[in-house]
Protein backbone atom coordinates (compact mmCIF):
# COMPACT_ATOMS: atom_id res chain seq x y z
CA UNK A 1 0.00 0.00 0.00
CA UNK A 2 1.34 3.26 -1.25
CA UNK A 3 0.86 6.47 0.31
CA UNK A 4 1.14 10.01 -1.03
CA UNK A 5 3.65 12.44 0.29
CA UNK A 6 2.41 16.14 0.25
CA UNK A 7 3.52 19.54 0.29
CA UNK A 8 2.93 21.45 4.08
CA UNK A 9 0.09 23.05 2.32
CA UNK A 10 -1.88 19.98 1.99
CA UNK A 11 -2.99 20.91 5.70
CA UNK A 12 -4.58 24.28 4.46
CA UNK A 13 -6.25 22.42 1.49
CA UNK A 14 -7.54 19.65 3.95
CA UNK A 15 -9.36 22.39 5.71
CA UNK A 16 -10.72 23.82 2.89
CA UNK A 17 -11.68 20.66 1.20
CA UNK A 18 -13.22 19.62 4.24
CA UNK A 19 -15.75 23.21 4.50
CA UNK A 20 -16.55 22.15 0.43
CA UNK A 21 -18.10 19.16 1.60
CA UNK A 22 -19.85 20.76 4.59
CA UNK A 23 -21.31 23.49 2.48
CA UNK A 24 -22.39 20.23 -0.07
CA UNK A 25 -24.66 19.12 3.14
CA UNK A 26 -24.52 21.27 5.98
CA UNK A 27 -27.75 20.63 7.96
CA UNK A 28 -27.01 15.95 7.66
CA UNK A 29 -23.17 17.49 8.86
CA UNK A 30 -24.35 19.77 11.49
CA UNK A 31 -27.32 16.84 12.53
CA UNK A 32 -23.86 13.72 12.96
CA UNK A 33 -21.90 16.73 15.03
CA UNK A 34 -24.95 17.34 17.72
CA UNK A 35 -25.18 13.45 17.43
CA UNK A 36 -21.41 13.04 18.66
CA UNK A 37 -21.86 15.68 20.76
CA UNK A 38 -24.85 14.26 22.37
CA UNK A 39 -22.50 11.01 22.99
CA UNK A 40 -19.89 13.25 24.63
CA UNK A 41 -22.58 14.68 27.09
CA UNK A 42 -24.00 11.51 28.08
CA UNK A 43 -20.39 9.89 28.15
CA UNK A 44 -19.61 13.08 30.20
CA UNK A 45 -22.63 12.26 32.93
CA UNK A 46 -21.39 8.58 33.21
CA UNK A 47 -18.24 9.42 34.13
CA UNK A 48 -15.39 7.95 35.07
CA UNK A 49 -16.83 4.82 33.11
CA UNK A 50 -18.86 7.14 30.26
CA UNK A 51 -15.79 8.77 28.74
CA UNK A 52 -13.66 5.32 28.66
CA UNK A 53 -16.35 3.82 26.86
CA UNK A 54 -16.87 6.88 24.05
CA UNK A 55 -12.89 6.84 23.23
CA UNK A 56 -13.29 2.94 22.81
CA UNK A 57 -16.40 3.39 20.12
CA UNK A 58 -14.19 6.68 19.04
CA UNK A 59 -12.68 4.67 15.87
CA UNK A 60 -16.18 3.15 15.02
CA UNK A 61 -17.61 6.94 15.18
CA UNK A 62 -14.27 8.27 12.76
CA UNK A 63 -15.33 5.08 10.49
CA UNK A 64 -19.31 6.38 10.29
CA UNK A 65 -18.25 9.85 9.83
CA UNK A 66 -15.87 9.02 6.75
CA UNK A 67 -18.80 7.23 5.44
CA UNK A 68 -20.77 10.19 5.53
CA UNK A 69 -18.03 12.18 3.43
CA UNK A 70 -17.86 9.43 1.16
CA UNK A 71 -21.88 9.71 0.60
CA UNK A 72 -21.70 13.66 0.20
CA UNK A 73 -18.88 13.02 -2.27
CA UNK A 74 -20.95 10.32 -3.86
CA UNK A 75 -24.01 12.93 -4.40
CA UNK A 76 -26.04 10.34 -2.27
CA UNK A 77 -27.95 11.61 1.00
CA UNK A 78 -26.78 11.18 4.52
CA UNK A 79 -29.03 10.03 7.33
CA UNK A 80 -26.90 10.24 10.37
CA UNK A 81 -28.75 7.74 12.24
CA UNK A 82 -27.94 5.64 9.11
CA UNK A 83 -24.54 5.34 9.53
CA UNK A 84 -24.74 3.14 12.19
CA UNK A 85 -25.66 0.82 9.55
CA UNK A 86 -21.70 0.77 8.55
CA UNK A 87 -21.04 -0.88 11.65
CA UNK A 88 -23.24 -4.23 10.69
CA UNK A 89 -20.35 -4.97 8.21
CA UNK A 90 -19.16 -8.91 9.26
CA UNK A 91 -16.70 -8.15 12.12
CA UNK A 92 -15.47 -4.41 11.11
CA UNK A 93 -17.43 -3.37 14.56
CA UNK A 94 -15.54 -5.81 17.00
CA UNK A 95 -12.46 -4.68 14.88
CA UNK A 96 -12.58 -1.33 15.81
CA UNK A 97 -13.44 -1.68 19.27
CA UNK A 98 -9.99 -3.61 19.78
CA UNK A 99 -8.94 -0.87 18.48
CA UNK A 100 -10.39 2.02 20.75
CA UNK A 101 -9.35 -0.45 23.83
CA UNK A 102 -5.90 -0.31 22.13
CA UNK A 103 -5.94 3.30 21.77
CA UNK A 104 -7.06 3.85 25.68
CA UNK A 105 -4.04 1.33 26.69
CA UNK A 106 -1.75 3.21 24.52
CA UNK A 107 -2.21 6.56 25.92
CA UNK A 108 -2.23 5.26 29.43
CA UNK A 109 1.10 3.50 28.78
CA UNK A 110 2.13 6.90 27.33
CA UNK A 111 1.07 8.54 30.83
CA UNK A 112 2.64 5.82 33.08
CA UNK A 113 6.07 6.30 30.77
CA UNK A 114 5.93 9.93 30.91
CA UNK A 115 4.89 11.16 34.54
CA UNK A 116 6.34 8.01 36.50
CA UNK A 117 9.88 8.73 36.24
CA UNK A 118 8.87 12.47 37.92
CA UNK A 119 6.98 11.21 40.40
CA UNK A 120 8.98 12.33 43.38
CA UNK A 121 9.51 15.52 41.65
CA UNK A 122 5.87 16.03 41.28
CA UNK A 123 5.12 14.91 44.57
CA UNK A 124 7.88 17.35 46.26
CA UNK A 125 5.94 19.86 44.07
CA UNK A 126 2.85 19.04 45.26
CA UNK A 127 3.52 18.95 49.34
CA UNK A 128 5.01 22.34 48.75
CA UNK A 129 2.15 23.79 46.92
CA UNK A 130 0.43 27.35 48.15
CA UNK A 131 -2.09 29.19 46.44
CA UNK A 132 0.05 32.14 46.12
CA UNK A 133 3.14 30.19 44.36
CA UNK A 134 2.28 27.40 41.41
CA UNK A 135 5.72 28.27 40.10
CA UNK A 136 7.22 24.92 41.37
CA UNK A 137 4.31 22.72 40.44
CA UNK A 138 4.37 24.49 36.73
CA UNK A 139 8.62 23.78 36.72
CA UNK A 140 8.03 20.26 37.71
CA UNK A 141 5.42 19.40 35.39
CA UNK A 142 6.78 21.15 32.18
CA UNK A 143 9.29 17.77 31.23
CA UNK A 144 6.74 14.93 31.89
CA UNK A 145 4.00 16.88 29.93
CA UNK A 146 6.44 17.88 27.26
CA UNK A 147 7.60 13.98 26.95
CA UNK A 148 3.57 13.11 26.74
CA UNK A 149 2.98 15.13 24.32
CA UNK A 150 5.58 13.92 21.94
CA UNK A 151 4.58 10.22 23.05
CA UNK A 152 1.02 11.47 22.15
CA UNK A 153 1.80 13.04 19.08
CA UNK A 154 3.38 9.44 17.70
CA UNK A 155 0.00 7.51 19.26
CA UNK A 156 -1.87 10.16 17.29
CA UNK A 157 -0.30 9.50 13.85
CA UNK A 158 -0.55 5.41 14.03
CA UNK A 159 -4.49 5.52 14.82
CA UNK A 160 -5.02 8.24 12.76
CA UNK A 161 -5.71 6.27 9.74
CA UNK A 162 -6.15 2.81 10.71
CA UNK A 163 -10.24 2.88 11.23
CA UNK A 164 -10.36 3.82 7.85
CA UNK A 165 -7.88 1.59 6.74
CA UNK A 166 -9.58 -1.53 9.04
CA UNK A 167 -12.89 -0.56 7.24
CA UNK A 168 -12.29 0.08 3.81
CA UNK A 169 -9.43 -1.72 3.50
CA UNK A 170 -9.97 -4.61 5.15
CA UNK A 171 -6.54 -4.43 6.78
CA UNK A 172 -5.81 -6.29 10.34
CA UNK A 173 -5.28 -4.03 13.29
CA UNK A 174 -1.39 -4.19 13.16
CA UNK A 175 -1.14 -3.64 9.48
CA UNK A 176 -3.36 -0.62 9.85
CA UNK A 177 -1.52 1.23 12.57
CA UNK A 178 1.82 0.58 10.24
CA UNK A 179 0.38 1.57 7.09
CA UNK A 180 -1.04 4.57 9.22
CA UNK A 181 2.48 5.37 11.12
CA UNK A 182 3.98 5.55 8.35
CA UNK A 183 1.32 8.01 6.31
CA UNK A 184 1.50 10.26 8.70
CA UNK A 185 5.25 10.45 9.08
CA UNK A 186 5.46 11.26 5.13
CA UNK A 187 3.34 14.04 5.65
CA UNK A 188 4.11 15.55 9.01
CA UNK A 189 4.13 18.95 7.05
CA UNK A 190 0.93 18.77 6.45
CA UNK A 191 -0.45 17.92 9.29
CA UNK A 192 1.35 20.43 11.09
CA UNK A 193 -0.25 22.97 9.19
CA UNK A 194 -3.58 21.03 9.32
CA UNK A 195 -3.34 21.40 13.07
CA UNK A 196 -1.93 24.62 13.47
CA UNK A 197 -5.21 25.81 11.12
CA UNK A 198 -7.65 24.31 13.51
CA UNK A 199 -5.75 25.89 16.32
CA UNK A 200 -6.34 28.98 14.79
CA UNK A 201 -9.86 28.50 14.36
CA UNK A 202 -10.26 27.33 18.48
CA UNK A 203 -9.00 30.70 19.25
CA UNK A 204 -10.66 32.63 16.69
CA UNK A 205 -14.22 30.74 18.46
CA UNK A 206 -12.85 31.25 22.16
CA UNK A 207 -11.64 35.35 21.18
CA UNK A 208 -15.30 35.66 19.73
CA UNK A 209 -17.14 34.18 23.12
CA UNK A 210 -15.03 37.01 25.03
CA UNK A 211 -15.95 39.50 23.17
CA UNK A 212 -19.17 39.05 23.97
CA UNK A 213 -18.79 38.86 27.24
CA UNK A 214 -16.94 42.07 27.15
CA UNK A 215 -18.75 43.96 26.40
CA UNK A 216 -21.80 43.41 28.83
CA UNK A 217 -23.19 39.80 27.97
CA UNK A 218 -23.64 36.80 30.44
CA UNK A 219 -21.54 34.03 30.11
CA UNK A 220 -24.84 32.15 29.78
CA UNK A 221 -26.45 33.87 26.83
CA UNK A 222 -22.47 34.32 25.14
CA UNK A 223 -22.20 30.47 25.22
CA UNK A 224 -25.73 29.95 23.64
CA UNK A 225 -24.74 31.98 20.97
CA UNK A 226 -21.40 30.54 20.36
CA UNK A 227 -22.63 26.74 20.61
CA UNK A 228 -23.93 26.50 16.98
CA UNK A 229 -20.68 28.51 15.68
CA UNK A 230 -18.64 25.39 17.97
CA UNK A 231 -21.07 22.37 16.16
CA UNK A 232 -20.75 23.91 12.45
CA UNK A 233 -16.91 24.41 13.30
CA UNK A 234 -16.68 20.37 14.36
CA UNK A 235 -19.01 19.51 11.86
CA UNK A 236 -16.62 21.29 9.11
CA UNK A 237 -13.19 19.35 11.48
CA UNK A 238 -15.19 16.20 10.89
CA UNK A 239 -15.80 16.61 7.15
CA UNK A 240 -11.85 17.59 6.67
CA UNK A 241 -11.26 13.93 7.82
CA UNK A 242 -12.03 12.55 5.09
CA UNK A 243 -9.64 14.26 2.49
CA UNK A 244 -6.63 13.59 4.84
CA UNK A 245 -7.45 9.81 3.67
CA UNK A 246 -8.23 10.48 -0.12
CA UNK A 247 -5.27 12.66 -0.90
CA UNK A 248 -3.18 10.08 0.88
CA UNK A 249 -4.68 6.52 0.24
CA UNK A 250 -7.27 7.31 -3.04
CA UNK A 251 -10.63 7.06 -3.22
CA UNK A 252 -11.59 4.42 -1.02
CA UNK A 253 -11.96 0.69 -2.67
CA UNK A 254 -14.56 -0.22 -1.10
CA UNK A 255 -18.43 0.16 -1.65
CA UNK A 256 -19.99 2.70 0.53
CA UNK A 257 -22.99 2.03 2.76
CA UNK A 258 -26.12 1.61 1.16
CA UNK A 259 -24.51 0.26 -1.89
CA UNK A 260 -24.37 -3.11 -0.78
CA UNK A 261 -22.05 -3.17 2.28
Not at 111 to 129: H, K, T
Request: with cysteine; proline share 6%; charged share 10%.
Amino acid sequence: MQAASLAPRAGWQWVRDGLALFRLQPMAMFTWALTVGFMVLVASILAPVGPLLFVVGMPAITVMTLEACRAIEQGRTVLPLRLFQVLKAPGLFKKLLAMGALYVAAVLVAGLVAFLPFADGLSEAMSGLSSDDVAGVLAAMRAPIALFGILYVIIAGLFWHAPALVAWHRLGIRKALFFSGIACWRNKGAFLMYGATWLLVVLALELGGGLLEAVGMSPTISGLIQMPFNFVAAAVLYCSFYPTYTSVFGAPPAPGFGNGS
